[in-house]
């Protein structure tokens, strides 16, 4: 986590070129017109924009209704996703689009397809016809478990197409968290491929799924896309081929007329529980937050080539990968695979090979690059790129410095976007044209968006301040609530502060108005981007028979952010050796996935508590960043003392 300290002495700051500011999309003089009216008047700014970037088969009755913690966005109006990223483009002023790249996809192993905006609209169709055909009617969830591959884009419009919210699970969770998911949602049916291509290597999707399904008895129908070739088992009855499938589809399915308050989509994210929340976003609001932002913010004309690295499986995937992009009739590149196979310029001689002009990516991504050396990308011609930007995390001024250097050759602006799978879109950023960036700084809240700080006692601050990052009045995109759960929604979200959305993060503004986010406040760790709840570890690890109680905390890693390190008391006939700890690593895996798999883990007889039984994380994170370890195993903590002499500290 950047310290707040030297932040603050950033003094860098970079104006966009002329040139760039004058062919933005929004340029210094609508932003600012923007800027007044979204500050004075949210709702008629964003009725604005639902009219200019969405188009409507009804128009709404009402912008908001807004019954605190509830929002309804364009009440009454109907439209659909779908018919917004794919039909508009092949009919009227646009139609010349039709015969434009929609999706770039390129495999791992270097396969490669080019989807054009009418081949995108005849599969998804022939895919909204087998759901059909399957028994999915309008709100049954649907679940989405699959590579980077177009079938996952293609599923997810289908989905919207008929109104079956989706779920996508990232492929790289567990049969577990996967069943977990399926089961919270109640998904009738499955997506996935045998599976698909990672560091050199198939890697197995289905048999994952077999393995959860077992375990999810909603689940009625498996469709499954040859990816791999991989051998698979075929439960008859239940599993059944993408390939055979579509073959028999009907091209003919017309757009289904859907409430703008719909269910677009869950997206499980991690809290403080150890239960993920399903975060439910709905359609009209969504629709015109992701279509506006995208437009705005990646400056998107017809002749770009954007690329946004996420997995689909994230929001950012969600958002900026497949809605925002092709709402706005932009060609969207897909990458299969890891970002050095098969070697460290895989991803520069990707923006060469298919003359990428903007690009989005990740803190984590651009400091693996920064220590992979300097000449993976200054071996490729990076003259296509116009503009980049970053998310995920807090993205530290060097890492900046460098992207703007090496990546960005100087010419390029850098969108450093915050926003949350709460937030469905981004929240805080520069608008490129028009704003002077500042190394590490997200800048200024995007028009219609009234983001603060409150202080530790919960009141509003103005000017220079620091605390809690607020959002104090709903916004289009945001969440409409935790699937099932409308007390957590309430507690987590809106309990601290009256009629306030409260984000976790902590957050600095400085005197010209610019937002410097600081990280995680709760206990959320973000390791590469991403959101892992200490106690979703802490659960894992307890479920294992070796183990009587764990800790988990973060603590700052020069590559990923943040490291999972876990605090581990083994039950008293356990052995605590290195054979212990490879068996925890792999029982995380198991229980979550690769991605929440501790780097450390440490043993100790008896965690520090606090009178009351509380585990003091505080001590425990000092401990964890405070000295390396040679081998995992090599300390045995012993609390005992440190706890008794801290007790009434923390009490
Ligand atoms: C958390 C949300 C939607 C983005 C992908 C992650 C952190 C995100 C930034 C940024 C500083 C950032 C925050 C936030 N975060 N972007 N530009 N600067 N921090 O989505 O998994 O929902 O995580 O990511 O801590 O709360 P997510």
């Known amino acids: 986590m950047p310290d707040i300290e030297s932040l603050l002495k950033e003094r860098r700051s970079f104006k966009p070129s002329a040139d760039f500011s004058r062919q933005a999309n929004w340029n210094k ?39 605190p913690p509830f929002a309804k966005w364009f009440v009454g109006a109907k439209t659909n996703v779908s018919y917004n990223c794919l039909d508009r483009h ?23 397809r080019t989807i054009t905006y009418a081949e995108l609209h005849k599969d998804v169709c022939r895919f909204a016809n087998v759901l059909k055909s399957q028994g999915i009617k309008k709100g049954d969830r649907v679940c989405l478990y699959m590579p980077m591959v177009p079938e996952l884009a293609i599923a997810m419009l289908a989905c919207t197409r008929i109104g079956a919210p989706h779920s996508i699970v990232f492929g790289g969770f567990s049969a577990e968290a996967l069943s977990d998911r399926i089961n919270d949602a109640q998904a009738k ?69 859907l409430d703008a308050e719909h269910p677009l989509f869950i997206l499980y994210t991690s809290g403080t529980t150890g239960n993920p929340k399903g975060i439910l976003h709905t359609t009209g609001g969504y629709l015109t937050h992701v279509a506006t932002t995208f437009k705005a913010i990646f400056d ?74 300097d000449e993976h990308p200054k071996s490729h011609d990076l003259s296509s790129l116009r503009l980049l930007g970053s998310v995920g995390e807090p993205i530290n001024p060097e890492a900046w410095m460098w992207y703007h250097r090496v990546i960005g050759g100087k010419r390029c602006p850098i969108v450093d976007t915050w926003w949350q799978t709460e937030t469905g879109g981004i929240m805080i950023s520069p608008l490129p044209g028009a704003i002077d960036t500042k190394p590490g700084s997200a800048t200024k809240p995007f028009p219609g968006i ?85 106690m979703e570890v802490e659960s894992a690890l307890v479920s294992s028979t070796d183990v009587a109680e764990a800790a988990v905390v973060g603590r700052p890693d020069e590559i990923t952010g943040t490291a999972i390190v876990a605090f581990v008391s083994p039950k008293a006939t356990t052995t605590a050796d290195d054979a212990l700890v490879a068996r925890l690593k792999k029982h995380v895996t198991k229980e979550i996935g690769a991605i929440a798999r501790p780097t450390e883990i440490r043993f100790t007889n008896a965690l520090p508590k606090t009178r009351s039984g509380k585990i003091m994380r505080r001590l425990l994170r000092d401990i964890a960043s405070g000295r390396d370890v040679a081998g995992d195993t090599s300390t045995l903590e012993d609390f005992s003392v440190l706890a008794k002499l801290r007790e009434s500290e923390e009490d």
Request: proline residues 5%; neutral net charge; glycine residues 10%.
């Open 90 to 112: 092949l009919e009227g002023p646009n139609a010349w689009r039709k015969n434009k790249a929609a999706i770039i996809w390129e495999g791992e192993p270097g396969d490669t």
């Open 29 to 67: 003089r609508t932003t600012s017109e923007y800027r007044k009216l979204g500050e004075k008047n949210p709702t008629k700014f964003w009725a604005k924009m639902a009219k200019e970037n969405v188009d409507w088969f009804k128009p709404w009755t009402k912008v908001l209704d807004w019954k």
């Open 450 to 534: 009234h983001a603060n700080i409150f202080d530790e006692e919960g009141n509003a601050t103005t000017g220079e301040a620091g605390g809690f990052l607020v959002l104090t009045h709903p916004w289009p995109g945001m969440l409409r609530g935790i699937w099932g759960d409308k007390k957590r929604f309430k507690e987590t979200y809106w309990g601290k502060y009256d009629n306030t959305y409260f984000a976790g993060d902590g957050a600095h503004r400085d005197k010209s108005g610019y937002f410097w986010i600081i990280g995680r406040i709760d206990d959320v760790m973000n390791v590469s981007g991403h959101r892992i709840g200490t």
């Open 300 to 373: 998107i004309k017809d002749d770009d080539v954007y690329w946004c690295t996420a997995d689909i499986g994230w929001i950012t995937g969600h958002s900026y990968v497949v809605y925002g992009p092709l709402a706005n009739g932009a060609t969207t590149l897909m990458y299969e695979g890891t970002p050095t196979e098969p070697g460290p310029d895989r991803w520069w001689s990707l923006i060469e090979k298919w003359g990428v002009s903007i690009f989005y990516t990740a803190p984590t991504a651009i400091r693996t690059f920064i220590r992979l050396g």
């Open 189 to 257: 049916l499955v997506v996935t491929a045998d599976g698909g291509y990672r560091k050199g290597a198939a890697f197995g999707l289905k048999e994952m799924v077999d393995a959860a399904v077992a375990k999810s008895p909603c689940v009625e129908t498996v469709v499954v896309v040859a990816r791999t070739n991989q051998d698979v088992e075929m439960k008859s009855g239940r599993d059944l081929w993408w390939h055979e499938l579509m073959a028999d589809a009907s091209t003919n399915c017309p757009p289904a007329k």
